[in-house]
């Protein structure tokens, strides 16, 4: 049976959501990096576009991929430390559709890798617009509550007994200063593993740890602009198409981990795309 409009347009909205739950989610951002969109072109635009907030703002089905998949897990082959995956999906209240648009509130569960316990419950609030064709051309992702999937919390219990004492025996600051230290060293790892030839940022490791920690820490609220953070986000793309996302990791930013004002945050029409009929 031909299912109506607002069903197939639900259908459609759930199976993004439930595609989250690694290791799916890594394995679609690997297919999708190798030219391979078959996971979600039958109901997704090749060139969708939107705001995963605060990522940024994407323009084509292999940026919304990338970035919002890349979010629930390491790619395969991609460091894990201080990683967590998401599990499992729940809605809170149904998906809800009207004139070829859909909104819903998201749960996932989030589980450390190191302990491989529930970290926290993070949630998102999406609303997707859909063609004349019922494929999905413009969004609008927002993740909330992501203080809980800060390092702080995620990446201590990660420690050998050892380095964790000595994490414990610091004061606030001096944890903070730890965990700058920590990340800023695994993503000047990556960029010097993988962005070689004409895709290196740093002349040497020495010289990305000294930017690395002359800027920003930041908080995932931050992943947009010009701080650790952002570059820590890009850093694990970065290992699966050092092409595309080593410029992310250099000091210029590569026009993602860069300064912004506030209007830049503006004037992004979504509701074109969508059909009226």
């Known amino acids: ?14 199976r993004i959501h439930q595609s989250v739950v690694w290791p799916g989610s ?18 997704m635009e090749i060139d969708v576009f939107g705001r995963i907030a605060p990522v940024g703002i994407f323009d084509s089905i292999l940026g919304t991929a990338e970035y919002y998949y890349g979010l629930a897990g390491p790619p395969p082959g991609a460091p894990t430390d ?12 149904p998906i809800v559709c009207w004139e070829n648009k859909c909104s819903v509130s998201v749960e ?35 993740f909330v509550r992501l203080s809980a999937f ?8 990660q420690l050998d007994p050892g380095t964790r004492a000595y994490y414990d025996s610091l004061p606030p600051a001096g944890q903070a200063a730890f965990i700058h230290q920590a990340i800023a ?9 993988v962005c070689l030839g004409g895709a290196d940022q740093y002349p040497s490791f020495e010289e990305c740890m000294g930017f690395m920690l002359s800027r920003e820490f930041g908080t995932w609220e931050q992943s947009d602009v010009d701080t650790v953070m952002c570059r820590y986000l890009h850093s694990q793309l970065a290992i699966v198409s050092p092409a595309r996302h080593c410029p992310h990791l250099g000091p210029t930013g590569g026009g993602k981990c860069i300064p912004r004002t506030d209007e830049s945050y503006f004037g992004l ?4 795309c969508r059909d009226k009929n």
């Open 82 to 93: 201080g990683r967590i995956r998401m599990t499992s999906v729940t809605y809170p209240s």
């Open 150 to 157: 800060e390092f702080s919390r995620v990446l201590p219990p």
């Open 108 to 142: 996932y569960h989030a589980i450390d890798f190191a302990t491989n316990s529930v970290v926290f419950n993070f949630t998102q609030e999406s609303h997707f617009n859909f063609n004349e064709n019922d494929k999905i051309c413009s969004y609008q992702i927002s």
């Open 269 to 272: 029409n979504l509701d074109d």
């Open 1 to 14: 049976m031909k299912l109506d409009r607002a069903e197939y347009q639900r259908e459609a909205v759930d």
């Open 185 to 193: 060293n695994g993503v000047c790892g990556i960029e010097a593993s």
């Open 26 to 43: 890594g394995a679609i951002v690997v297919e999708f990096e190798n030219g391979n969109y078959s996971a979600l072109e039958d109901i």
